[in-house]
């Protein structure tokens, strides 16, 4: 826990960006993001630094500076519908990463979209509830010749 009482996962994916609003309207418009916390810089009021919260995860991103460089980083987010938030994101101009794709041998269906500061966000929705091992039997028979 940070001094002013808010909890921090135990795990907490943090990005390094130029465009830290960009970032922010990304989160909300897409993932349905919630601003936790905002620092502004006070000389010209841009976020400087932010903890969002989707569902039940928090994400942290700070503006690039000092000895801080931009990174791109790749996240797993759970969805509702990701085939559907997937072509309403292409088709308002989000970079499409990968087309909606089901796997059989995991029960789920995956898509790919990229945010404006060059992240990818792999978007997946749970089809089936299936067990450890029927993962690992249906990934053996996909083996298969």
Known sequence: MVPDGRDIPGVCPFYITDDVEGFIDFCRTWL???????????????ARY???????SLLMVTRTGNSLAATRNHTMVSVEDCVSLYGRAVAAGVVSVQAPVSVHHSGETYAGIADGCGNVWWLSTRTERLSYREQQERYQQKRQP
Do not use: C, S
């Open 50 to 56: 932010a903890e969002i919260k989707v569902g039940e």
């Open 32 to 46: 349905q993001g919630q601003v936790a916390h905002l620092l502004t810089d006070q000389a010209t009021g841009t």
